[in-house]
Structures are given as structure tokens and as C-alpha cells.
């Protein structure tokens, strides 16, 4: 898969997950580098070429249109959100090498053992689908490690991680952006959580999903990019032990201790969960101990308004530092 002409970038995620990146040629090489500086640094950082990456990525701008009848139908991910990343093909050649064809974008994706190719056609396409591959890539690393994913806004101060957790509409978003107006406070998430053991203790990392901001005026919500949001020193680069989940709260559904618990539980994607994606193939039917990660958290309930909101980073230091 790799040609002798390849242009080599290798990447580490918070040191425990290395990708190196292929590409054909120098114009491949600037725009993966763009989509580098723009969407996934510092969360992943250029490393020296030592040693076996946990996985490959070739990246050639091309097109393809070889899909036959023995191509059979495959789903990507089932969300209404998004329109062009759905349904496609898929023709497998071995146990280990197989394609995967997006008929919506043009992309096709080959696989073979720990290596992925993306054959791309335009820059719009490949800026989406480099993400879409390298956060499987990782999450299935964590998971397969013992790890999983919370749905979770969360930020680290004095080293420790505070974790919202919350359905939609409970002020997540609005809570992270509080904290962060905190001294020493650093950005790690808005969206999914990764958490992973590390010597025997959970630590979360940080993720470069685009935040969605609900609009003073209403209407669609405005995307934006984490470097938009923080400088590269005001985000976690490092693994960092959780200290607290804090529940928001401005709808009056967590009632109780109970109930905080059945929030939180409703919010971990776990490795059997059937909203992971796993078309890449590298998953494994793992079991994940929620109560290895869950008996050892403080949870705390974040009673607040949206009308209330310059009073709301006093109300989060209330409650992050009774633990």
C-alpha cells in the first residue's frame, strides 16, 4: 500500500495511540497538514518516526468507479445530522482486506490489517473523512484497552478533570464555556469523552469534535473549530484523572442519587453500543465496568437558568470545590 514516494507524518495521541500518515505527494502532504493544524492539533502531535505505529493511513486524491454486483450494501453510522456519510458498499477480498465504497462523497476507503487507505476527491470530503478515520482509530484503541466514551462537556484544573454530564439541553456547553473563563482551567471536551485505565487508574483525554453553539437569535447552531475556541496552551495535552461529575440542571430531572446515576449510565458508549460505529472492522464485543468508573466518581447536581447565567461560573466553583 505505501509507496517509496510517500510523504511520512507520524502522530501521537496523548502518548498512547500512534498513527503514521502517508501521502502520495507534496499537494496530499499540504492538505493533510492544514487539516493537522486546523482540526486535530494539540490533541495529536507530531512525533519522530520510531518504531510500529498502532496503525497506517495512505492518503491519494483520485477517483473510483469500479463497483460491481458483488459489492454488497453496508451501513456507515444512522444519524439524521448527518447527510452524506450513511449507506455505502463494501467488497471484502480476505479476513483481514476489504473495501468500502461512499457513493454520497466519492470516497473509498481500503483496508488491510492495521492500514487504511483513503482515496479522496475533493478537500471538502477529505477533511471530514480523515476525522471520521482517525477518531475510530482511536476510540477503538481505548476501547480494546479497557476504556470507553462519555458523552460529556469537561475541562482540567490543578491537573483533575471535572465532567458535565447531561441529555441535551441541560447546559453542557453552556457550563464548559463558564468554566473556562477559570484560572488555569484548560479545555479537553465538549462532545465525547474518551476514558481510559491508565496504571490501574481512569484517565480522560481530550477530543476534537467541533463545537455546536446555540445562537442568541435562534436558528441553526454555529459550528465551531476548538482552536477557535482556545489557544494551543489553554487545551489538555496530557491524560488526567477525573475528579468530579457535575449533572446540569436547568430542567429539574435529576431528582436523586438514583436518578444522577441512571443519567450518567445513559451517556456511556460503551464497545457493545449499537451507536458506535465500527465499519472499519477493528472492534472488538468488549464489556466495560461501569461501576469500576462510576463508585469511585463524586457526583454533584448543578441547579441553574439560562436567564441566571452570570451567576453560573460562582455557582460552578461552589460546587467543584465542595469535593
Known amino acids: 500500500m505505501k509507496s517509496t514516494d510517500c510523504r511520512e507524518i507520524s502522530l501521537s495521541y496523548y502518548g498512547l495511540v500512534d498513527l503514521r500518515i502517508y501521502c502520495i505527494n507534496e499537494r496530499d502532504a499540504e492538505l493533510f497538514n492544514s487539516i493537522l493544524r486546523e482540526y486535530l492539533m494539540p490533541f495529536l502531535q507530531v512525533k519522530a518516526p520510531t518504531g510500529q505505529p498502532h496503525y497506517t493511513i495512505l492518503l491519494r486524491q483520485g477517483d473510483f468507479d469500479l463497483v460491481g454486483s458483488d459489492w454488497t450494501p453496508m451501513t456507515f453510522l444512522l444519524d439524521d445530522a448527518v447527510s452524506d456519510f450513511r449507506f455505502g458498499v463494501e467488497k471484502h477480498y480476505s479476513p483481514t482486506r476489504?473495501?468500502?465504497?461512499?457513493?454520497?462523497?466519492?470516497?473509498?476507503?481500503?483496508?488491510?490489517?492495521?492500514?487504511?487507505?483513503?482515496?479522496?476527491?475533493?478537500?471538502?470530503?477529505?477533511?471530514?473523512?480523515?476525522?471520521?478515520?482517525?477518531?475510530?482509530?482511536?476510540?477503538?484503541?481505548?476501547e480494546n484497552a479497557g476504556g470507553a466514551v462519555l458523552h460529556a462537556s469537561a475541562f482540567s484544573l490543578d491537573g483533575r478533570a471535572i465532567c458535565y454530564v447531561g441529555e441535551k439541553g441541560q447546559g453542557k456547553t453552556t457550563c464548559l464555556l463558564e468554566s473556562l473563563k477559570a484560572n488555569g482551567a484548560k479545555f479537553i471536551t465538549n462532545d465525547r469523552l474518551p476514558?481510559?485505565?491508565?496504571?490501574?487508574?481512569?484517565?480522560?483525554?481530550?477530543?476534537?469534535?467541533?463545537?455546536?453553539?446555540?445562537q442568541p437569535s435562534g436558528g441553526k447552531k454555529k459550528k465551531l473549530r476548538v482552536l477557535e475556541l482556545c489557544e494551543p496552551l489553554r487545551i489538555e495535552t496530557r491524560p488526567v484523572p477525573p475528579k468530579l461529575i457535575v449533572l446540569?440542571?436547568?430542567?429539574?430531572?435529576?431528582?436523586?442519587?438514583?436518578?444522577?446515576?441512571?443519567?450518567?449510565?445513559?451517556?456511556?458508549?460503551?464497545?457493545?453500543?449499537?451507536?458506535?460505529?465500527?465499519?472499519l472492522g477493528y472492534s472488538k464485543s468488549l464489556d466495560f465496568d461501569r461501576d469500576a468508573l462510576l463508585d469511585q466518581l463524586p457526583t454533584r447536581r448543578l441547579q441553574w437558568q439560562f436567564q441566571e447565567r452570570d451567576e453560573l461560573l460562582g455557582k460552578i466553583k461552589e460546587v467543584v470545590d465542595s469535593v
Do not use: M
Request: hydrophobic share 40%; proline share 6%.
Open 248 to 279: 446540569p440542571d436547568c430542567l429539574g430531572k435529576v431528582g436523586n442519587e438514583n436518578n444522577a446515576r441512571e443519567v450518567i449510565e445513559g451517556q456511556l458508549l460503551t464497545p457493545v453500543d449499537p451507536q458506535r460505529p465500527k465499519w
Open 195 to 214: 476514558i481510559i485505565p491508565i496504571s490501574g487508574k481512569f484517565h480522560v483525554l481530550g477530543w476534537f469534535e467541533e463545537l455546536r453553539l446555540v
Open 98 to 142: 476489504r473495501d468500502i465504497f461512499n457513493p454520497l462523497n466519492g470516497t473509498l476507503f481500503s483496508i488491510s490489517g492495521t492500514e487504511v487507505e483513503i482515496i479522496y476527491v475533493t478537500k471538502n470530503a477529505l477533511v471530514k473523512d480523515i476525522q471520521r478515520v482517525i477518531k475510530q482509530l482511536l476510540i477503538t484503541k481505548i
